[in-house]
């Protein structure tokens, strides 16, 4: 038994895996813990899993943003147990002190957390490429960051990114399908995202974070190579990056691996991009969104849009707010 959870965090990422060891008895995963707004709720979370006597066996973080770690950071800061068996999550060698200024945005946060955790005595462990976690049927395969990618967010000065915000709403998306893609995240603390792929009871799960898209082909290169297999590799799930933002997905995605089943977490507001969901169709034919927010149904799509996509079944958009995914 595989279930995956998605909540609403808002503009933030916070999904939980929940499956069933050998012995029988049920794990649990937390990937990001979503924004400091989002905190309460990353604390009811805890609540629940121990209240049905499991426990939070890691929490991931895939990279120091505030809307990945701000419930982790929401627990430190209000000083509540956190209670996981490790904490996974990369940090530079040497934490560079807060100077000013010129503090990259991530130092502070990570930071309180590094001293929090140290405060609670929580085991915390780093997610570089070649790292592997296996417990009772479960295989984790880390494929990015290497350290330098971790180290280079925390050495560059701070400055805003832009979020690569297309204007493509009132597109068609058969129009989106064939028009280039023109954007390219440059966030240095995207890049540095954990890339990772769950193994289990014959399926394949690939969770990106925020990574860019040359990182993600780069790592599903090496994945599919450890394992002596031929691209593309066929992935049962695939967590899309950054909220479903253009500037995160390349044309070469349907030459390393092929998916019709995604996790998209977004508010609907500055993401997803259209385009993203255009490309998609276009590379694999039907597809489905799973979120856990009904961004969709606010006028995202047009008429046509619903008439060639989704009444058709091509496209299948999936609510799903704190019940699970199962297999």
């Known amino acids: 038994m595989l279930e995956i959870y998605t909540y609403d965090a808002g503009k933030g990422d916070c999904l939980r895996i929940r499956f069933c060891d050998e012995k029988g008895?049920?794990?649990?995963?937390?990937?990001?813990?979503?924004?400091?707004?989002?905190?309460?709720?990353?604390?009811?979370?805890?609540?629940?899993?121990?209240?049905a006597e499991e426990s939070v066996d890691m929490q991931l973080i895939t990279h120091t943003d505030e809307d990945h770690l701000g419930g982790l950071l929401y627990m430190v800061n209000h000083e509540i147990p956190i209670q996981a068996g490790v904490v996974v999550m990369?940090?530079?060698?040497?934490?560079?002190?807060?100077?000013?200024?010129?503090?990259?945005?991530s130092v502070p946060q990570a930071n309180q957390i590094i001293s929090g955790l140290g405060t609670q005595k929580i085991n915390m462990k780093s997610g570089l490429r070649g790292d592997?976690?296996?417990?009772?049927?479960?295989?984790?395969?880390?494929?990015?960051?290497m350290q330098e990618q971790v180290e280079a967010v925390f050495n560059t000065v701070s400055q805003n990114t832009p979020l690569g915000i297309t204007d493509d709403r009132s597109l068609p998306l058969r129009q989106l399908m064939?028009?280039?893609?023109?954007?390219?995240?440059?966030s240095l603390s995207n890049r540095a995202s954990i890339i990772f792929v769950l193994e289990y009871a014959g399926r394949r799960l690939?969770?990106?974070?925020?990574?860019w898209s040359p990182d993600i082909v780069e790592s599903v290169r090496i994945y599919a190579k450890v394992r002596g297999e031929e691209l593309p590799i066929r992935?049962?799930?695939?967590?899309?990056?950054?909220?479903?933002?253009?500037?995160?997905?390349?044309?070469?995605?349907?030459?390393?691996f092929h998916a019709q089943r995604y996790i998209l977490c977004a508010d609907g507001r500055s993401h997803p991009s259209k385009q993203t969901i255009a490309k998609l169709l276009n590379w694999y034919g039907d597809v489905e969104i799973?979120?856990?927010?009904?961004?969709?149904?606010?006028?995202?799509?047009?008429d046509k849009?619903?008439?060639?996509?989704?009444?058709?079944?091509r496209l299948q958009l999936t609510l799903k707010k704190g019940v699970p995914m199962t297999w």
Do not use: C, M
């Open 132 to 145: 592997v976690l296996d417990w009772d049927g479960v295989h984790i395969q880390i494929l990015h960051p």
């Open 178 to 186: 064939e028009r280039e893609l023109s954007y390219r995240d440059a």
């Open 25 to 51: 008895a049920y794990r649990n995963i937390l990937v990001d813990s979503g924004t400091r707004r989002f905190g309460s709720s990353y604390v009811s979370i805890f609540q629940d899993i121990q209240g």
């Open 305 to 313: 849009d619903i008439a060639q996509f989704i009444e058709s079944k």
């Open 206 to 211: 690939l969770f990106a974070g925020d990574s």
């Open 90 to 105: 990369n940090y530079p060698q040497n934490l560079p002190a807060p100077s000013g200024g010129d503090t990259p945005l």
């Open 235 to 256: 992935f049962d799930v695939v967590k899309l990056p950054h909220h479903g933002s253009a500037g995160n997905i390349s044309e070469e995605w349907p030459k390393v």
């Open 290 to 302: 799973v979120s856990p927010l009904d961004w969709w149904n606010s006028g995202y799509f047009s």
